[in-house]
């Protein structure tokens, strides 16, 4: 559960920071595509792959 809670964090703590900093950055700086990544974020850390061995034990 708490790990579920951290995940939606992430892509939350992103876009907020994204914002913020493009907020803040001069105008011919705009940071506004970054938050395409937000989605994949909580997806690239709860991939199976991760904890997968490769190659796989025969």
């Keep these: 559960m708490i790990r ?3 995940l939606a ?3 939350v703590a992103w876009i907020v920071a994204v914002t913020v900093v493009d907020v803040l950055a ?3 700086i ?3 595509p970054l938050l395409v ?3 994949a974020l909580p ?3 709860a ?3 991760r904890w997968a061995r490769w ?3 025969r």
């Design 4 to 6: 579920s809670r951290a």
């Design 9 to 11: 964090a992430v892509p």
């Design 26 to 28: 001069p105008p011919h």
């Design 30 to 32: 705009h940071l506004g």
């Design 37 to 39: 990544v937000a989605p």
């Design 43 to 45: 997806r690239r850390s």
């Design 47 to 49: 991939a199976p792959g």
């Design 55 to 57: 190659p796989p034990s």
